[in-house]
């Protein structure tokens, strides 16, 4: 009953999580809808990113560091290719 419990909580707290990171998506959407700066709308996610919970129980090789953020994933921050 206890594990069912644990999971229960894991559940209710990964949905709050969820609903948080997306409403930064949300925020950084909004942004870009009003032509807000690149590196507003970066710095909007960074934080976020920085922030979540989650993010320290993401393996190593899946973590976006802010470089990673600055570099996009198509190129450098003027978006050309790497």
């Known amino acids: 009953m206890s594990a069912r419990i644990d999971r229960n909580e894991e559940r209710v707290a990964a ?46 090789e899946y973590r976006w560091d802010a470089e990673d953020l600055d570099r996009g994933p198509f190129g450098d921050r003027e978006g050309r290719a790497i």
């Open 15 to 60: 949905k709050r999580e969820i609903g948080r990171l997306r409403a930064v998506i949300d925020r950084a959407g909004a942004l870009a809808a009003q032509n807000a700066s690149a590196e507003m709308i970066r710095s909007t996610l960074a934080e976020a990113v920085a922030s979540s919970r989650v993010s320290s129980e993401i393996p190593e």
